[in-house]
């Protein structure tokens, strides 16, 4: 898959494939506290050696289901992603999730349902879950994990690290991000870093990808509009 199409496809997550494919048991959860507020952002998507993209991303409740829904669009490319999950005690738990994607009018849908969701989350849902970890204190060990499902239902380990916060200045203004370094055990010459919003879960402020200390994709965060609970 080329990469900009595999950036649009994969959206928040970006080229997450990076993420190993261990067999993990999953930790126990602990009771989060950070509550989920609808918004609606705008992201910047800047791939080396491809044109920019806008990546648009909401997330709104309905019936007592929370609703995540991605889409980016370049000159030959466009995806999407949209998961509807609950929030329990025990941390997010997906009902369904849909993604599609196309390169010169040719591409695919996948489709996951409660049946497959039951025993882990969509990646979609799996961004906000991340969040929430990191702004409670989810993760008290050196290296932390999250498993979740990829858009074909496949099995993926995340392991991530909390990092220290950092000052972001981005073009609706200045943050202090919550940061999350990933790394892949079997690709150590990759990595992600994202940044999340200090009170909003599931809404980045900007995720970098890179490849032997080169950064090969940025994400930046360039519009907001929180919308009421």
């Known amino acids: 898959m080329h990469q900009p199409l595999r950036a649009i496809v994969l959206l928040p997550f970006l080229v997450l494939m990076l993420a190993g ?9 602990p009771q989060f506290q950070a ?29 007592g289901h929370w609703q995540s829904h991605m889409q980016a669009a370049i000159a030959v490319a466009r995806g999407n992603e949209r998961s509807r999950f609950i929030v329990t005690p025990e941390g997010v738990r ?3 999730y ?31 879950e991340l969040s929430r970890r990191a702004l409670n204190g989810g993760c008290e060990a050196t290296l932390c994990r999250l498993v979740y ?34 790394n892949d055990p079997e690709k150590p010459e990759r990595s992600m870093l994202f940044h ?5 879960p599931g809404l980045l402020l900007g995720v970098d990808y890179l490849r032997d200390g080169e950064r090969k994709s940025r994400l930046t965060l360039t519009s907001l509009k929180i919308e009421p609970r």
């Open 21 to 29: 494919k261990v067999v993990a048991t999953p930790a126990a959860v």
């Open 35 to 63: 509550l989920l507020q609808p918004f609606h952002a705008s992201y910047r998507l800047e791939v080396k050696g491809w044109p920019n993209a806008t990546i648009e991303h909401q997330l709104s409740r309905e019936s």
């Open 94 to 96: 997906s009902v369904n």
């Open 98 to 128: 849909s993604s599609g994607y196309s390169l010169l009018g040719v591409g695919d849908d996948y489709r996951l349902d409660s049946s497959e969701l039951a025993r882990l989350p969509d990646r979609q849902a799996a961004l906000v």
């Open 149 to 182: 499902l990829d858009h074909r239902g496949r099995e993926e380990v995340l392991d991530y690290r909390l990092l220290e916060p950092e000052r972001l200045t981005l073009p609706i203004g200045e943050f202090e991000a919550v940061r999350i370094e990933v």
């Open 196 to 200: 999340f919003h200090p009170q909003y």
